[in-house]
């Protein structure tokens, strides 16, 4: 489940440095106030066996804003979403936000004009297509041809080959956080974007948005899609589209 806020901004650009970053500790913000204990253990232990975050988040989006070469830009009407597979993240949320009128998004204040609940699709059919809107981003294993570990900073783009393994581990490592149907695969990817980078708390996370037919139990796929694709979806990696 997400939740999708409708903002107005007088800015008319964010720096490039801010459009995810301000995301994570905002939702902490917000759970310090709406839920503190559960904010808490989530920051300070994660969630389940794994440890994992269970939330995510998107950039903050303005369709109407006039487009300039190398700058994000914003202005007026835009959409900014929030989302969590569990419903006491969720609810913490809402009630953080609940007088919250505006808020400071890494310098930029957006004025807060709507919280509105969307609840994620059935995908009764077992599968789902899910397309991003944020770059996925994927460590490998950084071993070389001979299997000598070189990095640990190895990160994959789509279509490199040790991306669907780790991708689809991934997928299944959500799955078992929440006590959900691990046996989920990916059928394709149907679609990579432009490779980009953003900052984070500890430097640029390189990824690309991309599309994926996925295939699993219809409330694993739920909480996937409430989630995100890939790893760092609390820092604004991987969200998807509604």
Do not use: C
């Not at 310098?107 to 599968?127: C, K, Q, Y």
């Not at 996925?214 to 909480?223: E, H, I, K, Q």
Request: charged share 20%; aromatic share 8%; glycine share 12%.
């Amino acid at each position: 489940m997400r939740l999708q806020l409708t903002v107005r901004t007088t800015a008319s650009s964010l720096p490039w440095e801010h459009v995810l970053k301000p995301g994570r500790g905002l939702v902490y913000e917000l759970l310090a106030r709406g839920a503190p204990e559960l904010g808490a253990r989530l920051h300070e232990e994660g969630w389940g066996d794994t440890g994992m975050v269970p939330f995510g988040h998107s950039s903050p989006v303005f369709p109407a804003a006039k487009r300039r070469r190398g700058s994000y830009a914003v202005g007026g009407v835009g959409l900014l979403e929030f989302g969590s597979p569990l419903l006491e993240v969720v609810e913490g949320l809402a009630k953080g936000l609940s007088e919250q009128t505006v808020m400071d998004w890494g310098g930029t204040a957006l004025r807060v004009l709507s919280v509105d609940p969307v609840e994620p699709p059935e995908f009764e059919s077992g599968i789902a297509r899910l397309r991003t809107k944020t770059p996925v981003v994927m460590k490998g294993s950084g071993r070389d041809d001979e299997g000598v570990r070189t990095t640990r900073q190895a990160w994959l783009l789509p279509t490199e080959p040790e991306f669907a393994a780790y991708f689809e581990n991934n997928l299944r490592r959500k799955a078992l956080t929440l006590g959900l149907d691990p046996d989920v695969s990916v059928d394709a990817i149907t679609w990579v974007g432009a490779k980009r980078s953003f900052a984070v708390g500890n430097g640029l996370y390189p990824g690309a948005p991309l599309e994926a037919e996925l295939r699993g139990a219809p409330d694993t796929l739920r909480a996937v899609w409430s989630w995100g694709l890939g790893q760092a979806n609390s820092a604004g990696f991987g969200w998807v589209a509604a």
